[in-house]
């Protein structure tokens, strides 16, 4: 079926469509009824079904004589490791790791957070939660204390797994710091915690409350001590992931197990057109969705091995590692953020050491997670001669909005366009008001509910904020809070949020935390963030700052403290390195800060001179802070 069909077929009957999709996964008790209405907050799907995750992505493949195929690959140069596991290894490790966990204490429905670095434990972590019927939370390695400890406190987990460090070219995180200040701070403190001791950098073990990750599991394996799947309602969580939302306070979205396993393993085959038993790569971190879905589950779910990959583009060693890990493993398939592919052409514009490996297997390349310059798109096409392609999601969805499925036949590319909507979602472009606006007109870009399997039913503990946050301002509709344009073939273009969210390096990151963060230090009248464009990271943060009448220190000393504050509470992702001090901030007559126009000013794009502006000098002003700063010509 081409595409079009496709799209049809689902529109025209969409519970016949997900009813096909879901026969390709195990199920204990299969689904009578594919759609409840009346469940949830705007229906649930599969709400009859009985199900394990843990089971499909593991146990079905070694049943089924496949235990010997490789699952997962760990490719660490930052170590300097290369290890492949098998469909049989992963098994026994995670069957006796969720023993580990169930022989204290974790069982359905209990969380587990885990915090760790991209090594294959992160994985099995995740899976031997999902085994137990349990909900992981992971945790982004990059985030520091105080953010681990706000999603400790949110999900109150039984057990944090852990590492002993992470491992950043040329710096060793040592994680164990870390989390002992986050339980500190946080209110819910876990039972125990299980630390993976890397050679690294070992740490000491808190008496009484960590375990010994290998130790642990190796003394279950040689027990023969396993943890069988557990059952679970197909509409029961898997997995709660913390996002940035326009506060401080992270948006804790829920993922089920049922949809969730029906979606992604649709998607392996008609979406990115992988055959089971191939090698999937997604250049991304555990810790965000592409990690959650890409890394760990979909390959699996599909019977594909999936590259766990410690490392960077470019530095480890150089803008050749995607090409040695391509034709080292065969991945035919991978799948990245555009600021990786930037990072690469910056180093290597001339794509030389391409040339230096085989990758002849290799056979499509994704991209998501910001939007896609045609510069760069045009450079990984030319230089690698495979169909680069953009497709667009949110963590709320897990999976694919709008791309160009390649294993339903390719679909011409429109380059600034990751292409259009899949099956499942029927989105369309509002103004303010909620009406429809003309094809090529920029507004809201909406999907209509319900939301297709896999999307996001709610948000952990916060029915109301998922209510707010996403339903409430266009009654009958999902609001991505993505603005954008459809055009007359129905190609979908994104534009930009419509919130405070910026995108650095692929990493969605909330300036109002930001915010937050500034203005709890005591020389700090107010202040605004803004994501100024960036050459590399797409979007970068941009802090401008009111100091106390009563401070007494200049700029660069303010600054300097302000960068290391974000540093410290929200974590060196945020990528926080400039502030500037101004006199005043730019506002309207209400006091609403004028963070859009401050934007455009700083991104050297033309702006109308707000209606409601209070005092326009100001503008005059932020326009002097960054030329004084060499920000702006
Ligand atoms: N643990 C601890 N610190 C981390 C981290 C982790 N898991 N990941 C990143 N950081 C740190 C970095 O070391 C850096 O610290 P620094 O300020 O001391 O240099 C900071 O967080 C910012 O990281 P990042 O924005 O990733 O910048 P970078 O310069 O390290 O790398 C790229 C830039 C483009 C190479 C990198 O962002 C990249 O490969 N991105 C594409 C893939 C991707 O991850 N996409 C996300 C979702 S699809
Ligand atoms: P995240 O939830 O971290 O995956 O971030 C989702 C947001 O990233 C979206 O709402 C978009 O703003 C942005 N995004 C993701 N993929 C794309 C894409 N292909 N093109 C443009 N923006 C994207």
Redesign the pocket.
Known sequence: MTYSETYTAWKSDPEAFWAEAAKEIDWITPPTRIFNPDAGIYGRWFDDAICNTCYNTLDRHVEAGHGERTAVIYDSPVTGTRRSYSYDEVLSEVASLAHVLASRGVGKGDRVVIYM?MVPEAVFAMLASARLGAVHSVV???FAAKELATRIDDAAPKAVISASC?I?PG?V?AYKPLLDEAISIAGAKPDFCVILQRDTQPCDLTEGRDIDYRAAVDAAISAGAHAGCTEVAATDPLYILYTSGTTGQPKGVVRDNGGHMVALKWTMKNHYDINPGEVFWA???V??V?GHSYICYAPLLHGCATVIYEG???GTPDAGAFWRVIAEHDVVSLF??P??FR?IKKEDPAGSLIGDYDLSGFRSLFL??ERSDPATLAWAGEKLGVPVIDHWWQTETGWTICGNPLGLGLLPIKPGSPGVPMPGYDIHVLDDDGHPVPAGTLGNIVARLPLPPSCFPTLWNADDRFRSSYLDDFPGYYATADAGIIDEDGYVSIMARTDDIIN????RLSTGAMEEVIASHPDIAECAVVGAADA??GQLPLGFFVPNDGADRHEAALEKELVALVREKI???A?FKTALEVKRLPKTRSGKVLRGTVQKIADRQEYKMPAAIDDPVILDEITAALTARGLLP
Do not use: N
């Open positions: 670095p982004f390695g990059g992470g950043e710096r995180i250049a991304s971190d810790g965000w592409v960077k583009p470019v990245t953020a600021t990786a990072a998501a997670g650095v390096a692929g990493h590399l990271k974590g060196a992702v990528a």
